[in-house]
């Protein structure tokens, strides 16, 4: 312990000896302790992420709440589901009273990993238990325009649809991401602001699909069509992107329009689907196999 200590003091400035010597902690992590942690996430070094959550929250240079999201993502990525759903609960409340920057990004974050879980577990009164309260609070505070704010709001509208609430009242959830996505777009204008966008309608078709909900699986996968047209139209995109992101539109909306009875125009649908080299691959051939024998489509869904 003395080394790690030893060494951290190396690696950090001036504020970190203040922490050390007893003096109030600061608000929010510092600079090298949140690169120290940036580094161990894009290395997939998980072991080391633990490591350094416990010695950079125990000198003070890293939030309990932060300390305690990157505890629950390390657990959940070495399969450890309960582990990481303590973390991310601990974290939360570590958070819920505090209006910080930082606090409020692990708030967020933890939130948006914990309903992930919890609602693939088929968990979805809990999901939303958790969820809605801080949804609304995000909303209080303003802070609803991240990408795990949204992601959130997806989660709670397939645990609408899962439990059987009506079209208008998953409309707090996928409706509102929805309009979300667009906001980002018209805000930044940005390649990620359209990846993001397409990650979260490929999640809302998917799970519009899975509960059965053919006419809203329409309703997104249109708005998801409309949004391939402008990404396409932007300069340098990756084709083989485009390529699957229309492979996953077509066969979601043939499926819709199967299950609606429109075979016609379904079939259509999944000729165009069949045209695109996604359709080639392993995972597009499984849901080709899915929707010719009247199955259900089953796939990872975009993270």
Not at 9 to 37: D, I, N, W, Y
Not at 76 to 98: G, H, L, N, P, V
Not at 203 to 212: F, H, S, T, W
């Amino acid at each position: 312990m003395r080394k790690a200590k030893r060494w951290l003091f190396a690696a950090a400035t001036a504020s970190l000896m203040v922490a050390v010597c007893g003096c109030e902690k600061p608000e929010e992590s510092t600079a090298e302790a949140t690169q120290l942690m940036e580094e161990a996430y894009k290395a997939k070094d998980y072991s080391r992420l633990m490591t350094l959550a416990d010695s950079l929250e125990g000198i003070g240079e890293l939030l309990p709440a932060s300390a305690n999201y990157w505890r629950g993502y390390a657990c959940d990525r070495q399969k450890q589901k309960e582990e990481a759903a303590s973390y991310w609960k601990t974290s939360i409340a570590d958070a819920e009273k505090s209006e910080s920057k930082e606090n409020l990004d692990a708030y967020v974050k933890s939130a948006a990993r914990l309903a992930n879980q919890l609602s693939l577990g088929g968990d979805y009164e809990g999901t939303l238990q958790m969820a809605l309260p801080v949804v609304s609070r995000l909303e209080t505070l303003k802070c609803d325009t991240t990408s795990d704010y949204v992601n959130l709001l997806i989660y709670i509208g397939l645990c609408q649809v899962s439990t059987g609430q009506s079209e208008e009242d998953s409309k707090i959830g996928f409706y509102r991401a929805c309009k979300k996505h667009r906001e980002n777009i018209e805000r930044n204008h940005s390649d990620n602001a359209y990846k993001d966008a397409i990650a979260g309608l490929v999640n809302i078709a998917y799970y519009c699909v899975k509960a059965e909900r053919y006419e809203q699986a329409l309703y997104y996968t249109s708005n998801f069509g409309d949004l391939l047209i402008e990404y396409e139209q932007r300069p340098g995109v990756d084709e083989n992107y485009v390529d699957r992101q229309v492979g996953r539109y077509t066969i979601y909306k043939a499926l819709a329009l199967d299950r609606l009875g429109r075979k016609k125009d379904a079939a259509d649908t999944f000729e165009a689907f069949r045209k695109t080299n996604y359709s080639q691959t392993q995972e597009g051939m499984t849901m080709a196999e899915e929707y010719q024998k009247n199955g259900t489509i089953e796939e990872e869904l975009t993270d």
